[in-house]
């Protein structure tokens, strides 16, 4: 789950800026209480606009002036440029100008937004250059070399078109003790299992904290049903995380059964998805397994969802590291 980056002079695409663009920014910027917030508001709105215009050149239907961009008061307040894009959500455009390398990404823009695109525009203000799109941002300066090609943002924006809205299980907040609704500790689950005999937990050792875990992971699971394939059976799914070196999280799932089967079905799959729904991991239970677990490691603000499925039933559940 790597991201790949690539030469900025190898994605940007070029559009002029319209009279129609510099007229509206312009007017924004006379609103402004002192020429740096002014010439802020200017570059912020030129951007937006460019990037509208790119949108509409590739029929992706937006709505210019409902997002906070074009709020007198937010763009009094804040440094924003975001334009919303029907049916998926908002997207930041960032400017820049020439010879800049790297690109301010205001931490108020760092949440709420389905990307992020770096617009440079020219010292004459009449050309605008779409260097690259990121998807997510967790610093105040991004550097340009981080950017991929604007092709990866069209395909974010036809993935989110096509998905269904997902509810993200955020693991980083697992850490400071928020945890999600329905994700319990392993040992509180399997108490309230024990308590309810026709779906008693009857899992290896496998759930318990090893005394040689790091002592910053944690672990939680719930309880999946895939109805009439396992009726009064749910699984126990265990997501064990820890952090590692280079801002990297370390994630362990486990599939375990309950109700009085020691083995899970035959033929049962977990499976780890991509952020585009692409398969990453898979683990299929045999005939004698009592678990099936996947490894794997990801980056801060990474996105993946877990699926399990049995024959023609399955459920799936979403998170962002």
């Known amino acids: 789950m790597t991201k790949s980056t690539h030469r900025v002079d190898d994605l940007g695409i070029k559009l002029p800026i319209t009279q129609a ?14 020429p740096t917030k002014a010439e802020q508001v200017r570059l912020n709105t030129l951007a937006v606009w460019v990037v509208n215009d790119y949108l509409q050149m590739m029929e992706i239907p937006t709505n210019l002036n409902v997002g906070d ?34 690109c301010l990404m205001p931490p108020e823009t760092w949440e709420d937004r389905v990307g992020y695109v770096v617009v440079q525009v020219d010292e004459s203000l ?16 991004l550097p340009l070399h981080q950017l991929q090609p604007l092709e990866k943002l069209i395909d974010r924006i036809a993935h989110l078109k ?19 609704a329905g994700w319990e500790t392993v040992e509180s689950l399997r108490d309230l299992l024990e308590s309810r005999p ?6 290896g050792v496998t759930t318990e904290e090893s005394s040689n875990q790091p002592q ?14 396992l009726v009064n059976q749910p699984l126990m799914l265990i997501v064990e995380i820890s952090p590692e070196p280079n801002v990297q999280t370390s994630i362990r799932l486990q599939l375990h059964p309950t109700g009085n089967q ?39 603000q990474e996105q993946f969802s877990v699926g399990i499925s ?3 039933m399955s459920i799936k559940e979403h998170f962002i590291i």
Request: proline share 4%; glycine share 6%.
């Open 126 to 141: 009449q050309e605008a250059n779409l260097l690259g799109f990121i998807r997510s941002v967790d610093t105040e300066l």
């Open 162 to 180: 096509t998905s269904p809205i997902q509810t993200l299980i955020n693991l980083s907040q697992w850490f400071i003790g928020q945890v999600d």
């Open 310 to 312: 049995l024959g023609d």
């Open 21 to 34: 663009a510099h007229t509206i920014a312009q007017q924004f910027a006379n609103q402004q209480p002192n």
């Open 198 to 203: 026709a779906y008693a937990f009857r899992g």
């Open 69 to 102: 961009s074009w709020n007198p008061i937010m763009q009094l307040c804040t440094n924003v440029a975001d334009l919303e894009i029907s049916s998926v959500g908002r997207l930041e455009c960032r400017p820049i100008k020439l010879p800049e390398q790297v």
């Open 216 to 229: 910053a992971a944690t672990k939680r699971a719930k309880l999946i049903d895939l109805g009439i394939q």
């Open 262 to 300: 020691i083995y899970l079905p035959e033929g049962l799959k977990l499976t780890v998805l991509d952020e585009s729904g692409e398969v990453f991991l898979e683990a299929q239970a045999r005939s004698a397994d009592n678990y099936i677990q996947l490894q794997f490691r990801g980056e801060m």
